[in-house]
């Protein structure tokens, strides 16, 4: 089996964790979404609250009720919504060092790898034969 470099196992580990990353972005949106439709329901429900319509006035406890339930609903996306930033903040920042590292495993594989070509031209330089039949008498 060929031996990965670090450089190549960092940036495979560095596409998973910006997989999650963008994970944790679409659960931040799903739940900011579900925020907004929370606030036009009660939006709607207050108005409906306020209207002069006598038919909104039979049902007022109802409108009050659910206005209710929809106020600890959007307290509850509230809490969600910022568990999901935080989420994203580290997995933001977990993508951020692996990619740093990644550079750094580069970095150094390159300076490897013209250290390796410097000794390999030194060694043809001053190769001796391996033989002593090769040389010429």
């Known amino acids: 089996m060929i031996e990965k470099k670090r450089s190549q196992k960092l ?21 900011s979404r579900q925020r907004v439709e929370v606030n036009v329901a009660m939006d709607d429900v207050i108005l409906a609250l306020g209207s002069m319509d006598p038919v909104h006035h039979a ?53 490897e790898d013209e250290d390796n070509a410097v000794y390999d031209v030194i060694d043809q330089q001053f190769a001796t034969p391996a033989s002593s039949k090769l040389q010429k008498p």
Request: hydrophobic fraction near 30%; charge should be neutral.
């Open 11 to 31: 940036k495979r580990l560095l596409s998973v964790q910006r997989h999650i990353e963008r994970m944790a972005e679409n659960d931040l949106a799903e739940t």
């Open 59 to 111: 049902f007022s406890q109802n409108y009050a009720d659910r206005f209710g339930r929809l106020t600890i609903k959007d307290q509850q996306l509230t809490g969600m919504q910022q568990i999901h930033e935080m989420r994203l903040t580290r997995e933001r920042a977990k993508g951020d060092r692996l990619d740093e590292g990644m550079q750094e495993a580069l970095e150094a594989e390159r300076r």
